[in-house]
C-alpha cells in the first residue's frame, strides 16, 4: 500500500501517510472487516476501544445497528442534536434517527446490509469524513413503512456520507434508491410519491419555483471552469473538472476522454452496464430530464486502491426543472416542475482513467417534488377561483 501512496504523491496527490494503516473492504471477507481484539491502527481520540480505524468504525457499527439490531448504539454513536438529510425529508435529532430505524427494520426482518466500499479523509483532530457504499439485500415480509408485505426480495444500493467526530456521527447525508427497491417489491412507485407528497403537503410544505438556478447568470453561458477549491489532490481536482464540463457546460464526450473502454456503470436501479457509449447515454438521459439543471459538489475526498490505482467519492446536487425527456422514466412528459437531486458518485481511477462508476441518487424523490409542487397548484387555483 505505501508504494501506491507514493505514486499519488507524485501524481500531485496529497495522501497522508496513515492511509497505508487503514484497512480497504472490496477484496476482503466480513470477518477481516471486523477482527477481534484487533490492534488500533490509527490514531482515534475518544473512539471505542474495539475500532481500529475510521474504516472498521463505520463498517462495524452499520452492522452492529442494522444487521446486529442493536439499535440503541445510535444514542453513544451519534449526537443528540445530528442532522441527517435523506432524498426525501430531514431528520434534525438522534431520537428521529433511532425512530426512522426501527421503522425500516420492522418492513425488512431479513435486510442484509454489504460494505462495498468505504473512501474517507480526516483525522483525530478535524474528524473524520467517510462515504460508505452499501449493497442491501432482504425481503419484504411485514406490515410497515412501504404497506402490506409482498413477501419479494430486493437488491439496492445506498450510499451515507458521515462527519464523525470522537465516535459520534454528527452529520449524514443518505442517498438511497428508493425505486429500485419499489420495483422489485411489485409496489406502485407513482401512488408511493401520492403519499409522501401528500403527508408533506398536509404539514404545509410546497415546493415553490423560485427562478435562476445558477446554471446560467442571465444570458451568459456557464462558468468554462469549474470551482475546484473543494479538492485536495490532483486526482480530485481531475475529477471536479470533468463533472463540470459533462454536467454544466454539457461536453458528453468527456467521457469517452475520462473513462475506460472497458468501463464498468453502476446505476440506479440496480443497472450494471459496460462500455463508455454506455456511461454517455446514461449521463445523457439524466441530463436531457433536467436540461437547465446546475451541477453543485459538495463534497469530495480519495484514497489510494488495493486494487490499484484510487477511488474517489464526490457527493454533489443537481438543482433545475423538469423540462424534457430522459432515464427518469416515472416522471413521465415534461412538468416544468423544479427539483433537486441529492447524488453521490464513486469512481476507480487506474492508469490515469476510470474503469468504474458508481452513481447513486432516488427517482422517487424526484417524483414526490413534482407532485407536491402540483399539489400546491391546485390549492393556489382553487384559492384564486371565484366563490
Not at 147 to 172: H, L, Q, W
Not at 272 to 290: K, M, N, P, R
Request: hydrophobic share 35%; proline share 4%; glycine share 8%.
Amino acid at each position: 500500500m505505501a508504494d501506491k501512496i507514493e505514486g499519488a504523491k507524485a501524481a500531485g496527490g496529497s495522501a497522508p501517510a496513515q492511509t497505508a494503516q487503514v484497512m480497504q473492504v472490496e477484496r476482503h471477507d466480513f470477518p477481516d472487516l471486523v477482527p477481534e481484539n484487533g490492534k488500533r491502527t490509527q490514531p482515534m481520540r475518544g473512539f471505542d476501544a474495539v475500532y481500529t480505524d475510521i474504516v472498521d468504525y463505520i463498517v462495524r457499527c452499520t452492522h452492529k445497528i442494522w444487521d446486529e439490531r442493536d439499535i440503541g448504539l445510535i444514542y453513544s454513536h451519534y449526537t443528540h442534536n445530528c442532522v441527517l438529510y435523506g432524498t426525501t425529508g430531514t431528520l434534525y435529532t438522534r431520537e428521529e434517527v433511532v425512530r426512522d430505524t426501527i421503522q425500516r427494520l420492522v418492513s425488512f426482518p431479513e435486510r442484509r446490509g454489504m460494505a462495498t466500499q468505504v473512501i474517507w479523509k480526516g483525522n483525530e483532530d478535524d474528524g473524520f469524513y467517510t462515504s460508505h457504499l452499501v449493497t442491501g439485500t432482504g425481503r419484504h415480509t411485514q406490515n410497515g413503512h412501504l404497506g402490506a408485505p409482498t413477501g419479494r426480495m430486493f437488491t439496492s444500493r445506498t450510499v451515507a456520507d458521515c462527519m464523525i467526530y470522537e465516535n459520534k456521527i454528527y452529520r449524514e447525508w443518505v442517498v438511497a434508491d428508493t425505486t429500485a427497491i419499489l420495483q422489485q417489491l411489485g409496489i406502485d412507485v407513482q401512488a408511493y410519491a401520492d403519499r409522501i407528497a401528500r403527508a408533506s403537503f398536509d404539514k404545509g410544505l410546497v415546493s415553490l419555483d423560485i427562478g435562476e438556478n445558477r446554471h446560467m447568470i442571465g444570458q451568459y453561458p456557464p462558468e468554462a471552469e469549474a470551482d475546484v477549491s473543494l479538492a485536495s489532490t490532483e486526482t480530485e481536482r481531475h475529477t471536479l473538472r470533468w463533472m463540470h464540463d459533462v454536467y454544466n457546460r454539457k461536453m458528453l464526450g468527456t467521457i469517452a476522454r475520462v473513462c475506460a473502454p472497458t468501463v464498468q456503470y453502476h446505476g440506479p436501479l440496480m443497472a450494471e452496464l459496460y462500455g463508455v457509449a454506455s456511461v454517455i447515454h446514461q449521463t445523457l438521459g439524466l441530463i436531457g430530464s433536467l436540461p437547465d439543471a446546475a451541477f453543485t459538489p459538495q463534497h469530495i475526498c480519495s484514497n489510494p486502491c488495493e486494487e490499484g490505482g484510487e477511488k474517489v467519492a464526490v457527493r454533489w446536487i443537481m438543482e433545475g426543472h423538469h423540462l424534457g425527456y430522459g432515464i427518469l422514466n416515472h416522471l413521465g412528459a415534461p412538468t416544468g416542475k423544479r427539483v433537486q437531486i441529492m447524488g453521490i458518485s464513486h469512481f476507480h481511477y487506474k492508469d490515469g482513467k476510470i474503469v468504474d462508476e458508481w452513481r447513486t441518487f432516488d427517482e422517487a424523490s424526484l417524483l414526490v417534488q413534482v407532485k407536491l409542487a402540483q399539489m400546491a397548484d391546485v390549492k393556489a387555483a382553487a384559492l384564486k377561483a371565484p366563490v
